[in-house]
């Protein structure tokens, strides 16, 4: 039992931090993202130098504004790509392309800089070794933020748990909504289709048709939401009559 309890202490430390940030002002969230790439960036791509060159003091020239055109680099193009008007709460599966070109341009640009700049002093596997380390700390903290967040909102008992029938693109996009508000909680997707029966969307378990009933009351449903928007009325109405 002690040992649950550890291990349920550094989660909830996590989403008591998470409700702390999301009391705080936008400008002063998108403050803390940016004070975070900007030391994030950096150590990736010392780490990554380390794994390369084998030490924890790789020596290369103008190592200053190496790292300067990283944090540079990665700055303006998170900043151009939306990153830091992004509202963490809301970030879908769409968000990894842009994670994806946000880093890898401002990899590009490093590369750039050291192959016309500074002497092609870096190999290109060690930009490989970064480029992956900066994709899974942009990518990964932005994730991680959103869980906590949405276990910081979804503490709320007083929230309308929902049922989504239709696990499709509008479904999804409902449920992303809702799962960043605080009036309701989507706990499950209803589909007739078997190939999305068992899988996840958007961290909620997908169940069939026959599963409705016992879901109602295991899961403590109050509402069902179509999300069907092809579906013939009669369909609509047979589902949810009212």
Sequence with gaps: MSNKNAAARPASLGVSAAGAILALPRTTKRLIMVIAD?????????????????????????????FLVAVGSALFFFAVFGLYRAVIRFMGPRATV???AGVSLSVLVL??????????QIPLTAFGI???????????????????FLRAGGAR????????????????R???????GPDFLPVAFIDDRKSLQGSNVSG??????DDLEQLVHQKRIDRILLAMPAAPRRRRLRISPT
């Design 130 to 148: 970064y480029w992956a380390l900066a994709l899974t700390y942009v990518g990964g903290s932005r994730y991680i933020a959103r869980y906590l």
């Design 157 to 172: 008992k007083s929230a309308v748990r929902v049922a989504i029938y239709g696990a499709g693109n509008a479904g999804a």
């Design 98 to 100: 842009t994670v994806t």
């Design 174 to 180: 409902i449920c992303a909504i809702l799962q960043g």
């Design 38 to 66: 900007a030391i994030a960036i950096p150590t990736a791509l010392w780490v990554g130098l380390a794994l390369k060159f084998d030490t924890l003091d790789p020596v290369i020239n103008r190592t200053f504004a190496y």
């Design 111 to 120: 590369v750039v800089f050291d192959r016309f700049i500074a002497s092609h």
């Design 204 to 209: 909620v378990r997908v169940y069939g048709a």
